[in-house]
């Protein structure tokens, strides 16, 4: 994380950190009868829509009547072609997108459909895409159960028809990549949190002496909106308001169960904060528990409050309940 400032009007503004951060895991959920008989047929290189309410096929198909809610059965299949209603050109493609080269996207209203798809369009140049124009699919060489068994679309009137295969076993699951890379830029109440991580402290922010401290600080008290920007120091003890004994295993999971995650409401704050209560059974965890926090080296730290590796109990005698009873 690095920081960054400028200079107006005469007046240094103070640097504010910005880092990059990137998000990776694998979204995995069942998908039910609908969008899974959607997903099975797209395997299979077919095309069905479902059947609402009020007589329109609906492409993708939802699970319920869009004006009733009550569950759309009648599936009914469309065709592999269709009209582009609106498209956007995208000139530089992201990582991930379907082409590494220009292309369009596009909402596409397949024959026998009443509404839209979105997919991509193969097409050299915006000049080579129109609203009106007739387009068809182009298939995966390859198809397993999701949308990319669709690789595009392409101008064309007609189709020419892919072999299809057989629809197999329903699918009931799907696991969709997700990786988002973004950078952040902290306002100056977080920079000052952030910097103070680096060196060990906790810093939380209020707007003045008869405000509540936030921590972490936000950038303006949410009642009134004016700037939390005095810093107030907070010990690395705490109360356990609230928390969850995690039993079920997930990926990516550093730490075996059970264990407890917990809001910690440090001494001094009004807002607890979410991390993880380690150092005792994860049966012995009870609101009102007094825990202290266990910093990882000091040669580890960085600007995060993955500083304090967890919190553990200090042995002292529970909080009263009316003295964080307003902070569940």
């Known amino acids: 994380m690095r920081g960054g400032g400028r200079a107006t009007g005469g007046h240094t503004v103070p640097d504010v950190l910005s880092a990059p951060l990137r998000v990776r895991f694998d979204y995995t959920r069942s998908v039910g009868p609908t969008i899974g008989n959607f997903l099975t047929n797209l395997r299979a290189r077919k095309l069905v829509g479902v059947r609402g309410s009020d007589g329109r096929v609906l492409v993708p198909p939802p699970e319920y009547d869009p004006h009733t809610a009550e569950a759309l059965t009648e599936f009914v299949d469309v065709a592999d072609t269709g009209t582009v209603e609106s498209w956007t050109w995208v000139r530089e493609p992201l990582p991930g997108q379907p082409f590494d080269r220009p292309f369009a996207w596009a909402l596409i209203r397949l024959d026998g459909a009443d509404t839209t798809l979105l997919h991509a369009v193969d097409v050299a140049t915006p000049d080579d895409i129109h609203t009106g124009q007739r387009v068809r699919v182009r298939w ?151 825990v202290e926090a266990v910093w990882k080296p000091r040669e580890e730290w960085g600007y995060g409050l993955e500083n304090v590796d967890h919190f553990r109990p200090t042995g002292e005698p529970d909080a009263d309940y009316e003295t964080y009873k307003h902070h569940l």
């Open 140 to 290: 995966a060489a390859e198809t397993t159960g999701s949308i990319h068994d669709i690789a595009c679309f392409e101008p064309g009137e007609t189709f020419e028809a892919a072999a299809q295969s057989e629809a197999g076993d329903p699918i009931t699951v799907i696991t969709t990549p997700v990786d988002l890379s973004y950078k952040h830029t902290a306002s100056p109440q977080e920079t000052v949190y952030l910097r103070g991580l680096r060196e060990g402290k906790l810093l939380g922010g209020r707007t003045d002496a008869a405000g509540k401290v936030y921590f972490p600080p936000r950038g303006a008290n949410p009642t009134d909106g004016r700037p939390t920007d005095e810093v107030v120091e907070l010990p690395d003890r705490g109360t356990v308001t609230t928390f969850c004994i995690v039993n079920v295993p997930f990926l990516g999971q550093r730490i075996k169960p059970p264990y407890v995650a917990a809001y910690v409401l440090l001494d001094g704050a009004d807002i607890p904060v979410l991390h993880l209560v380690l150092g005792c059974e994860a049966s012995e965890v009870r609101m009102g528990m007094r």
